[in-house]
């Protein structure tokens, strides 16, 4: 089990460092997402052939669907760090996860008992408190992206529940990546200049970042459960911020940590309730 849990640690930082090398290699965030797909893509799909042979390509509309929310995902949230601090984007993007339980109530008619309401009202009152946050509130455009990368986020969770057990994890993430180069191939020629300092990093986020994390994530996510893995997540955004600190002194705001932390608390909060619900429905399938 400690090796697991050392691979989810090492995902999380890899991931969490990914703004870093999206700051320094200056592209815009449509050119910078669609080099990291289009160069992870054939790693993915490599690993997702090998493992499902022809499944691997058999596309839905949810999948494809969810590929398009990939695109848009990663595109708001590149666009917010571009224009607030990273600990600030990096925070809202984890709305996602509440956000998701708010559309499975409203398009899968999940069932929303009172309690589950009280993460919904948490994460809220977070975002409240990062966008008017004096610090931040120069570039409301900022916090906007931040939170539609958040709702992007939680749009792609959903398509990836509605899906179930029809596709396998790698399966999934091959068709979006090929989706999403799809979408943002007009963004690759055109509108920026790139240079060698600009590739080298889209290059090492689509090998490192995108390509081997998505590899080890996935290896990893057969030796334990999926909600451990949720909440290893959450240190996802405590690197981004560690990082972002040491390299370009970003540091946070009180503010902005306490509504971070109220965030990343309706996330875990969710992910435990999730938790609770599979082992309620396991006992009164049993009982039954």
């Not at 977070?126 to 570039?139: A, Y």
């Not at 997540?233 to 946070?252: C, E, G, H, N, R």
């Amino acid at each position: 089990m400690v090796l697991p849990v050392l691979g989810m640690v090492l995902v999380a930082l890899i991931w969490g460092s990914v703004t870093l090398f999206s700051t320094w290699s200056g592209l815009p965030s449509p050119v910078f997402v669609f080099y990291r797909v289009a160069i992870a893509l054939p790693l993915v799909l490599v690993y997702a052939l090998n493992k499902r042979g022809g499944n691997a390509l058999k596309f839905t509309w949810t999948s494809a669907l969810s590929g398009t929310f990939l695109a848009f995902n990663w595109v708001f949230f590149f666009e917010a760090v571009s224009r607030v601090d990273i600990s600030t984007a990096a925070l809202l993007y984890y709305f996602g996860p509440v956000f998701a339980v708010i559309l499975s109530w409203i398009l899968l008619k999940e069932e929303m008992r009172i309690i589950a309401w009280i993460p919904v009202v948490m994460a809220i009152a977070g975002i409240l408190m990062i966008f008017f946050n004096s610090r931040v509130k120069t570039d409301s455009l900022g916090i906007i992206f931040g939170f539609l990368a958040g709702v992007s986020y939680g749009s792609l969770a959903v398509c990836g529940k509605a899906m179930g057990k029809k596709l396998a994890p790698e399966a999934l993430v091959a068709q979006q990546l090929l989706i999403s180069t799809i979408i943002l191939s007009p963004f690759a020629f055109k509108g920026y200049h790139l240079t060698a300092t600009a590739l080298l990093n889209a290059v090492v986020v689509g090998i490192i970042h995108t390509g081997l994390g998505l590899i080890i994530w996935f290896n990893v996510l057969r030796k334990i459960p999926m909600r451990v893995a949720s909440i290893f997540s959450y240190l996802d955004p405590i690197f981004a911020t560690f990082l972002a600190w040491v390299a370009f002194k970003q540091i946070p705001s009180f503010t902005t940590l306490i509504g971070g932390g109220l965030i990343i608390a309706a996330g875990v909060i969710v992910s435990n309730q999730y938790r609770s619900e599979l082992k309620r429905v396991k006992t009164t399938v049993f009982e039954n």
